[in-house]
């Protein structure tokens, strides 16, 4: 299933922040993305309502299996380029901002290549 980029932003900012503190909330991932909090608000209502994140009683928000899967895939891609163009000698805030844009509009297959490419051969 295609979804929109933002909501792919979103997912992917509910995984990077779990992986850095071990929780996320909404003000996190407004903090993360610097959107405001009834934006972020909305957007979570929006990712709750199509079944790609919970939240419980406390506010804390997990991703379900759909929502994992996207942003992972996202995350992957993300991180992949932005180490990829920091090699390359780009800044590590540009690289980082670049690869936030290629990685929503990059093919699979490319990826795929370009992942093959990049990881060492073992």
């Given at each position: 299933?295609k979804?929109?980029?933002?909501?792919?932003?979103?997912?992917?900012?509910i995984?990077?922040?779990?992986?850095k503190?071990?929780?996320?909330?909404?003000?996190?991932?407004?903090?993360?993305l610097?959107?405001?909090?009834?934006?972020?608000?909305?957007?979570?209502?929006?990712?709750?309502?199509?079944?790609?994140?919970?939240?419980?009683?406390?506010?804390?928000?997990?991703?379900?299996?759909?929502?994992?899967?996207?942003a992972?895939?996202?995350?992957?891609?993300?991180?992949?380029?932005?180490?990829?163009?920091?090699a390359?000698?780009?800044?590590?805030?540009?690289?980082?901002?670049?690869?936030?844009?290629?990685?929503?509009?990059?093919?699979?297959?490319?990826?795929?290549?370009?992942?093959?490419?990049?990881?060492p051969?073992?």
């Amino acid at each position: 299933m295609k979804i929109q980029e933002s909501a792919e932003d979103y997912l992917e900012a509910i995984l990077a922040i779990r992986e850095k503190k071990g929780t996320a909330r909404s003000i996190d991932v407004a903090h993360h993305l610097n959107y405001s909090k009834p934006s972020v608000s909305r957007a979570m209502s929006l990712l709750r309502e199509n079944g790609y994140v919970t939240m419980d009683k406390d506010g804390l928000l997990d991703l379900t299996d759909a929502g994992m899967a996207i942003a992972a895939r996202i995350y992957e891609r993300h991180r992949l380029l932005t180490e990829w163009l920091t090699a390359l000698g780009v800044s590590p805030e540009v690289a980082a901002e670049d690869a936030c844009r290629i990685e929503h509009d990059i093919s699979e297959e490319t990826f795929a290549r370009l992942k093959a490419h990049i990881a060492p051969k073992e």
